[in-house]
């Protein structure tokens, strides 16, 4: 760039910056100039006044005269405000207020479930055996879910909960004689129920049959058996010289059995699944040529006795251990006839050395075991 074009352009900025001094001057004494005129019109008073002489007594008017003059503006202004607010004070303006409301939804009214409260796993209501060898099943769950009924790991039937999470189950033909183990199972989220009911259907007669709900805290009876003295039965009392007496019979599985000697408790016992029950005691030494009253009882889930058998006796003379022995029963192991006559499960090797078994886990109904009391 030339020199003549570096002045050139410094001409020209210098040139900008003073029309704005310029103009900024110009503004500021016309803004002085109507200032000074506006305070002129509200102070007139400051304004000179050719002095003239007057009377005496015209001196208290004229100077009333030059102070409204002097003075009317704010006077005028005074009033308006004064007025204003004595109309803002008495007056009372109907004036609406508009409040501003945030919109809130209007609540949803649910309907009131009066059903039983629903389990968040499938759950048992009822479990019946009907006279006709019939079972009905029901229970709840989730509403519309569909619900597996599982007897003995085997699926017998898929039903579907209502509104409510309830179903039934009714079998269309009799079940057949024996013991169910029955659990619940959701099939849409694959949850299983935390209860098991156990079912005993009676071969001989259906009104005998039973239903068990299995939970964590315990056993409780939802179908009792209508049972008689002949559903306890008492097939072997033994009593060795070591002063141990063991009663072992038959009865409705899954019940307790409990053992009395003259009324005074020995103890109680569960009975199996494959209806067998073995009871031992240590109790102090018979006397031979006494007579003695021994009762065992089969109790219901509140322990209620529902049947009830006295065996009395008098005790011989001890005659050793050649002579004492045991029939095997069906759901017998080594270790619960070691732990009924020996006390102690752990002594099931010497039955077995006795017996010559060479198994101890492969025993037979109905084998005839010698028991090595000594």
Not at 173 to 187: M, R, S
Not at 200 to 207: F, G, L
Not at 288 to 308: E, M
Not at 335 to 345: E, Q, Y
């Amino acid at each position: 760039m030339t020199q003549k074009a570096r002045k050139y352009t410094k001409r020209s900025t210098d040139e900008i910056i003073n029309g704005a001094i310029d103009r900024q001057q110009s503004w500021l004494t016309r803004r002085r100039m109507l200032t000074r005129a506006f305070l002129r019109k509200i102070n007139v008073f400051a304004r000179s006044e050719k002095k003239t002489a007057k009377p005496k007594e015209k001196a208290v008017a004229t100077n009333n005269e030059s102070v409204l003059r002097a003075y009317w503006f704010p006077i005028v202004c005074a009033l308006i405000v004064i007025f204003i607010a004595v109309i803002v004070a008495c007056v009372k303006i109907n004036t609406p207020v508009k409040v501003i409301v945030p919109e809130i939804p209007e609540p949803i009214i649910q309907p009131v479930n009066t059903s039983k409260t629903v389990a968040a796993t499938p759950s048992f209501d009822l479990v019946r055996i009907e006279d006709s060898g019939r079972i009905i099943i029901a229970g709840r769950n989730v509403d519309e879910s569909n619900i597996s009924i599982v007897a003995n790991n085997k699926v017998i039937a898929t039903e579907h909960t209502n509104k409510d999470g309830e179903f039934v189950y009714a079998a269309v033909n009799a079940w057949k004689p024996g013991n169910y183990a029955i659990y619940l199972i959701d099939t849409d989220k694959n949850i299983k129920s935390a209860d098991t009911v156990f079912v005993y259907i009676n071969e001989h007669d259906y009104k005998k049959s039973m239903s068990l709900l299995m939970t964590k805290d315990g056993s409780k009876i939802m179908q009792n058996p209508k049972l008689q003295d002949g559903d306890l039965k008492v097939t072997r009392i033994d009593y060795t010289d070591t002063g141990r007496l063991v009663v072992s019979g038959h009865a409705i599985p899954r019940l307790r059995v409990s053992l009395t000697l003259n009324d005074k408790y020995l103890g109680f016992a569960r009975v199996s699944d494959a209806k067998n029950f073995g009871l031992g005691a240590d109790i102090k030494p018979l006397q031979p040529g006494v007579k003695y009253t021994l009762t065992v009882r089969l109790h219901d889930t509140n322990g209620t006795t529902i049947a009830k058998k006295e065996h009395k006796f008098t005790l011989p003379k001890p005659t050793g251990c050649d002579d004492t022995f045991y029939m095997v029963r069906r759901g017998d192991t080594l270790w619960v006839i070691a732990r009924n006559f020996l006390r102690r499960g752990a002594l099931y090797p010497k039955i077995a050395s006795c017996n010559a078994i060479k198994n101890p886990n492969r025993i037979f109904p109905k084998q005839v075991l010698q028991i090595p009391v000594d």
